[in-house]
């Protein structure tokens, strides 16, 4: 039997784009589970994405209300849609990239409002689809086509920078964390007010090829070692944390 | 000189390293990418000494070189696209500052719908951003233009910022062989970048002040008078990089068979070599068809587009790019440049090669062959009706 989660994909659009091995397949697999789960009418929501390969996570593959828009921008086409039509379930799913650096801006003030929708970041640590260079993710010392001899300029905490904002829901998992991602962002969809998931989603192909991993699983194992659950990190000095991603649910507030 | 075989991008991005720049800023985006990314591999393994900043945003990148251009350092980016449009901004700044920035344009179309592939909306719909624009009909040409762009933009008389446009995988992604000047004589065409004017402590001046009513009009004369000014300097550096290195692909424009052609293509970039191939085959025929190639599309040479055109009984405009309500770029602005001609050819506008359609040697032929008399409506070439419905 088909699980019943796959119903919400347009059969005519497949196979997903992604390379193989790509976490941004996972990552839709996980979205398309938690609407699934939480039986929010998929006729009622907007998926808005921008430009990158994780612009392709929605579009045009869900089978809803998809807008894929320009580089950056996905935010503020959302917040457009969500001001005229308040009943529509909106959610933005796009890259580090577009999220973080080109639209950066965007990401800071849709916080600050605390608008009512759930955005998604499709974290790889890198631009995957222009050919791998470096992100405001990306690590420390990370070799990207931009940064041939490791990067040298600090990675931005995506998490930290929206609760800054104001944000009232905000979290972190990995396409490595199935459950755990999808659990948050059955949470997320529940929420009223403005939802941050930082999602990290491997990116073999560009990052993990001149990284030197063997494969997609042995990235995807790394990605599972760097990880911290929120509860342990407490205890962790900063010191220990550096380079290492803490994973839960960092701002839980108001409705739900 | 040193003849390889190399790719588009890596032609031109040995050029750039030969210009010395000081600093560079780019973002990523398709077909611009492997430029940037091979300065970026120049300067971290220490074979360029410059500056690389791996900038949020095309936005950004347009800004850095403009605040780095207007402390004096040479500067250069790369875009193509929506990056392009998004610097929109930034280029009238650029431009209205007075600052000789030197950007690569990988020339591709304009969403929505999203497309990658090339086409020339994306310069065009900035030509009146006060920037000099010039087009490359091949990789050599390409990467010839940035060491004279250089030069162009910083020449006392003109001090604007020069785009070479390319058209987008055709030459930025093709392989071809390519002669590269050697750093010594590349030095002796482009010195260092003496700036009249810059930001430095020792003597403080404002850029971007505000100006009124009584004034800013006269700001804009002045830039329109140095752009259309930096026509004889664009023909004097194309001379001088001829006397130099050999090779000249045109100065504002050069023309392919045109003696006594009755028939005359006029199109800019890569296309260009496409169309010689198809005068070859139809002056075989007996076609008297020749070509006028826009090398330079801003300032617009009307005079040398005139002197061209003058005897010819009819110009085909092949324009990559068009105008939304108007039609052909290029051909609306050489029927203005002809309407105080005796006996002017007729001219008829072709649109073609949208977002990645390709202009094939057949195309062309066609387009010589089945030349109707539309009137000053443009034309759509090769269009699919079936999908029109
Ligand atoms: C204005 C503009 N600049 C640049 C680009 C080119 N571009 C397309 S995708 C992308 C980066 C994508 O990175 P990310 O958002 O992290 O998505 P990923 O591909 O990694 O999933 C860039 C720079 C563009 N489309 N538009
Ligand atoms: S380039 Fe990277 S992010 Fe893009 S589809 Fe391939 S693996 Fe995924
Ligand atoms: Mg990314």
């Keep these: 039997m088909e699980a019943t989660w796959k119903k919400h994909l347009r059969k005519e659009t497949l196979p997903l784009p992604f390379c193989p091995g790509c976490g941004h397949g996972i990552l839709l697999g996980a ?10 009418d998929i006729k009622d929501m907007l998926f808005v994405s921008g430009i990158g390969c994780a612009g392709w996570i929605p579009s ?4 809803a209300d998809t807008m894929h828009v320009t580089h950056g921008r996905p935010i503020a086409f959302a917040t457009g849609a969500k001001l005229f039509n308040p009943r529509l379930k909106v959610m933005v799913v796009s890259g580090d990239g577009d999220l973080a650096s080109i639209g950066g801006n965007h990401l800071i003030h849709a916080a600050r409002r605390d608008i009512d929708m759930v955005v998604v970041c499709a974290n790889n640590e890198i631009y995957g689809m222009t050919g791998g260079q470096v992100s405001p993710t990306t690590g420390l010392g990370v070799k990207t086509t931009t940064t041939l001899a490791g990067n040298v300029e600090p990675p931005l905490d995506l998490c930290r920078l929206v609760e800054a904002a104001g944000a009232s829901y905000v979290a972190r998992s990995t396409v490595f964390h199935l459950e755990h991602l ?9 929420h009223k007010g403005f939802s941050f998931i930082d999602a990290l989603s491997p990116c073999p192909v560009q990052y993990g090829r001149r990284n030197l991993y063997a494969s997609p699983a042995e990235q995807l194992k790394d990605l599972e070692k760097r990880c911290v659950p929120l ?8 010191e220990v944390l550096k380079g290492r991603i803490v994973i839960g649910e960092f701002v839980c507030r108001g409705e739900h | 000189m040193a003849r390889t075989f190399t790719e588009g991008s890596k032609a031109v991005a ?10 560079i800023a780019a973002y990523p985006i398709t077909p611009q990418t492997h430029i940037s990314e091979e300065l970026a591999q120049m300067v971290a393994n220490g074979e360029l000494k410059a500056e690389y900043v791996t900038v949020e945003s095309e936005f950004a990148a347009a800004s850095v070189v403009l605040g780095a251009s207007a402390t004096g350092a040479r500067s250069y980016t790369a875009t193509s696209s929506q990056g392009l449009l998004l610097m929109t901004e930034v280029l009238f700044n650029i431009s209205g500052m007075r600052l000789p920035v030197v950007m690569t344009c990988a020339n591709r179309a304009i969403s929505s719908p999203i497309n990658i592939w090339n086409d020339q909306q994306d310069s065009i719909s900035v030509r009146d951003a006060g920037w000099v624009q010039l087009y490359a009909e091949d990789i050599q040409e390409a990467s010839d233009l940035h060491l004279q762009a250089f030069r162009i933009a910083e020449h006392p008389e003109v001090l604007l910022p020069v785009m070479v446009c390319m058209d987008g995988f055709i030459l930025t992604h093709a392989y071809e062989p390519v002669d590269l000047i050697e750093q010594k004589e590349a030095d002796a065409f482009l010195p260092p970048y ?30 329109d008078r140095a752009l259309c000014g930096s026509t004889r300097i664009v023909e004097e550096v194309a001379k001088e990089f001829k006397k130099r290195f050999g090779r000249f692909q045109g100065a504002l424009v050069d023309t392919y068979c045109i003696e006594g052609a009755e028939i005359v293509l006029v199109a800019m970039g890569s296309v260009i070599s496409t169309i010689k191939e198809a005068i070859d085959l139809l002056r075989k025929e007996g076609v008297k068809v020749g070509l006028l190639k826009v090398r330079c599309f801003r300032p617009f040479p009307r005079e040398a587009i005139k002197e061209a055109l003058v005897g010819a009984r009819e110009v085909l405009a092949i324009d990559r790019a068009f105008s939304p309500g108007s039609g052909g770029v290029l051909a609306t602005e050489i029927r203005a440049s002809l309407q105080d001609v005796k006996k002017a050819p007729e001219i ?4 073609a090669g949208l977002g990645g359609r390709e202009i094939s040697v057949e195309t062309i032929i066609n387009i010589v062959k089945d030349r109707k008399s539309v009137g000053i409506e443009d034309r759509f070439v090769d269009l699919k009706e079936a999908l029109l419905k």
Excluded at chain 1, 60 to 63: A, G, R
Excluded at chain 2, 205 to 213: K, L, Q, S, V, Y
Excluded at chain 2, 348 to 351: E, P, S, T, V, Y
Aim: glycine share 8%.
């Design chain 1, 31 to 40: 979205i398309l589970r938690a609407i699934d789960a939480s039986g929010i």
């Design chain 1, 60 to 63: 045009p593959h869900i089978k």
């Design chain 1, 182 to 190: 999808i659990g948050i962002l059955k949470k997320a969809l529940g």
């Design chain 1, 231 to 238: 509860e342990k990190a407490r205890s962790m000095t900063q």
């Design chain 2, 14 to 23: 040995e050029t750039v390293k030969l210009c010395r720049p000081n600093v």
């Design chain 2, 194 to 223: 003496q700036p009249q004017y810059y930001l430095t402590p020792k003597n403080p001046i404002t850029f971007g002040a505000m100006m009124g009513p009584e004034s800013y009009m006269e700001a804009r004369c002045q830039l």
């Design chain 2, 348 to 351: 008829k506008g072709h649109i």
